[in-house]
């Protein structure tokens, strides 16, 4: 099993990033995939959430900035990242939630799968 993210980096405030995820050794297309992030020094946020359909649910922090969305026939996930804030400073995962989870999870244990993530940093 992998989950390869990519596409961080630094940006200004208010500039935009695309991560990207891929995924290979399970079957992606049936399970929920989520985008978490941690910031140093703190734990784990949930930030979105899509369905194996492609229903969705972002995080209040994010909404109507951030953006997940799936590929299937690809096995990609990715997360559009728009007005990018100094607070959005993370390290981004995509993630498999052990159960279809559709709001906040606690932490790692609610993973079964994660990959290495991938640095936003805002800053001007």
């Known amino acids: 099993v992998q989950l390869v993210e990519s596409g961080g980096g630094l940006v200004q405030p208010g500039g935009s990033l695309r991560l990207s995820c891929v995924a290979s050794?399970?079957?992606?297309?049936?399970?929920?995939m989520h985008w978490v992030r941690q910031a140093p020094g703190k734990g784990l946020e949930w930030v979105s959430t899509t369905t194996n359909l492609g229903r969705i649910n972002v995080a209040d922090s994010v909404k109507g900035r951030f953006t997940i969305s799936r590929d299937n026939t690809k096995n990609m996930l990715y997360l559009q990242m728009d007005s990018l804030k100094s607070e959005d400073t993370a390290r981004y995962y995509c993630?498999?939630?052990?159960?279809?989870?559709?709001?906040?999870?606690?932490?790692?244990?609610?993973?079964?799968?994660w990959g290495q993530g991938t640095q936003v940093t805002v800053s001007s």
């Open positions: 050794g399970f079957t992606f297309s049936a399970g929920w």
């Open positions: 993630a498999r939630p052990k159960k279809a989870t559709w709001g906040p999870t606690s932490g790692w244990d609610d993973y079964i799968y």
